[in-house]
Every structure is written in C-alpha cells, then in structure tokens.
C-alpha cells in the first residue's frame, strides 16, 4: 500500500548547523508531497510541498525537491535556529480518489543554542 | 485565514463513558478528517467525510463513528472508551484550490 518514511528520531543539532530529514515515499501512480511542522502544544501546519517530479518547495528556508526517481523528499535547511524545534511530518496526497493524506511518523528536531 | 477549532484542548474520561470530541472549520471546505496521534506512528486517519452526512473510514476506524450534520462541523464519537484511545486527537479540513490540509490544535485524550 502507499506509504511514507521517515528517518528515526530524535534529532538534534546546535544552532547555525545543517538540517538534512529523510524521506522516502511509496506510492501508485504520481503523488503530492508535503511536509507539515508541529511547535510545541499546536495542531499541524502546512512547511512547504510540491506537486510533480522535479518540483521544489520551499519556505522559512526550509527546501525539498520531489525525486521521482528515488521515490524521495528530503527536508533541508542550511542554518537552523531554535525556533524551528518541532516535529515534521512528511506526507503524501494520491493523485487519483480521496483527498486524504498518508503520514510519516514524525521526527523530532531540538535545535540547542 | 482558515481556523480550525476543537471543542477541548485537554479531557479526562472513564473507561466505558461516551465521549464527544467536536471540530468546526469556517472556511466551507467539503472534506473533513479525523486523525490520532501516537508517539513513533506518525498521524493515522480514523475517518473523513467529504460532504454533509457523507463519511468513510480511514484506517483506523474501530471503536469510533462520526457525524456531519451540518458543513462546517465533524464530530468524532467514542462509543465507549477504552484506555488503549488515549491520545491526541487532530481535526483538519481540506482546501481542494489550496491543495492543503488545516489542522486544529489538537484534543489531549486520557481515558483512565
């Protein structure tokens, strides 16, 4: 069936430092991908996504590029700062039948000063 | 700008008693969806519905219902809760132009 994974966590990393999260995809036919943040005690909000193979997104410095041929979207930002402690979730969006969305697990990120 | 909100931030339950979790959305978006969250699996979909009295299990739909009686409002029903549906809980509504889900903030479940 479809589904996303993610790399394990907890990851943390000081600040200034590079953030690489994995993710890798299985899916039918040609996918959305997304990636979604959680602050602490808030409900999830759209970080960035991309709809085609080859398309980056990217916000708050945050980038992906959807690699069709590696079935993958990682998450990247060259200078993290604390606030952007969180749990990010990857995620897809079938092209074909309901709108829902198939979830990663989530990884931690703490980011110390 | 879309809200999303849920009826409780935090509730505590007895095993056994029938428990209304309430989300309502003020953008008209059709689909609705049901979500819990447990450490290490991620977000798995309980239920969703696409219209007005219209709705479809996700993959974790037993020990729940729902209901949608009016557009703007999903309500998830936990016929008799069980120690095992402690969790948290998301509401999201979906905007088809926007391609994007929005979630509320999320009800603490502890069912003692």
């Known amino acids: 069936g479809d589904s996303v994974t993610q790399m394990e966590g907890p990851v943390t990393l000081s600040e200034e430092a590079f953030l690489t999260i994995n993710c890798t995809y299985t899916a039918t036919g040609y996918p959305s991908l997304f990636w979604y943040v959680q602050y602490p005690g808030e409900g999830l909000q759209l970080l960035l996504k991309?709809?085609?193979?080859?398309d980056k997104g990217s916000n708050k410095g945050f980038e992906a590029t959807y690699r069709k041929e590696t079935t993958s979207f990682h998450l990247e930002k060259g200078s993290v700062q604390v606030s952007d402690s969180a749990v990010y979730f990857c995620a897809l969006k079938l092209a074909q039948g309901a709108q829902k969305l198939v979830f990663g697990q989530g990884t931690r990120l703490t980011i110390n000063p | 700008d879309v809200k999303v909100t849920q009826s409780s931030r935090y509730l505590v339950k007895r095993t056994g008693e029938k428990v209304f979790l309430e989300c309502v959305q003020d953008?008209?978006?059709?689909?609705m969806f049901w979500y819990r969250q447990d450490p290490g699996l991620g977000l798995r979909l309980i239920y969703f519905s696409y219209d007005v009295k219209m709705k479809e299990k996700g993959d974790i739909p037993e020990g729940y219902s729902v209901s949608r009686e009016k557009k703007e409002r999903f309500s998830l029903i936990l016929e008799s809760a069980s120690t095992n549906q402690t969790s948290m809980y998301l509401c999201a509504s979906y905007s088809g132009y926007r391609l994007e889900q929005y979630f509320g903030p999320g009800t603490r479940l502890t069912v003692t």
């Open positions: 953008m008209d978006h059709e689909n």
């Open positions: 991309a709809t085609k193979a080859d």
